[in-house]
């Protein structure tokens, strides 16, 4: 982290990820797969599944892996670490606009 900023989350695809699974958070067993994520972000496999590596790597998404039918699948959901991060991160970017949280 530098600048207050969470460099991990602070790269947009990567912003763009945290944002659309925080929508889900509150909601234990929702998750987001590959393919809603892909068609939320505009990013092509290869670097959408980079994206994904590094923020499981930093704990900050649990991937499941399974198939359905015969199609694999990988879904995706935010960790409480990830959560705690984004917050944080978005809490800097409210104060640099000016935008208090209610």
């Excluded at 990820?17 to 994520?37: S, Y």
């Amino acid at each position: 982290m530098s600048n207050g900023f969470d460099d991990l989350i602070h790269q947009p695809l990567r912003l763009k990820i945290m944002a659309a699974l925080d929508q889900l958070f509150e909601k234990p067993e929702a998750r987001l797969d590959f393919a809603q994520l892909k068609e939320i972000t505009g990013a092509t496999d290869g670097n959408l599944g980079a994206h994904i590596a590094a923020l499981e790597k930093a704990g900050y998404v649990d991937i499941e892996k399974k198939f359905i039918g015969k199609r694999p699948n990988t879904a995706l959901r935010m960790t409480e670490a990830g959560a705690a991060a984004y917050a944080a991160h978005v809490a800097i970017l409210r104060e640099i606009i000016g935008d208090r949280p209610s």
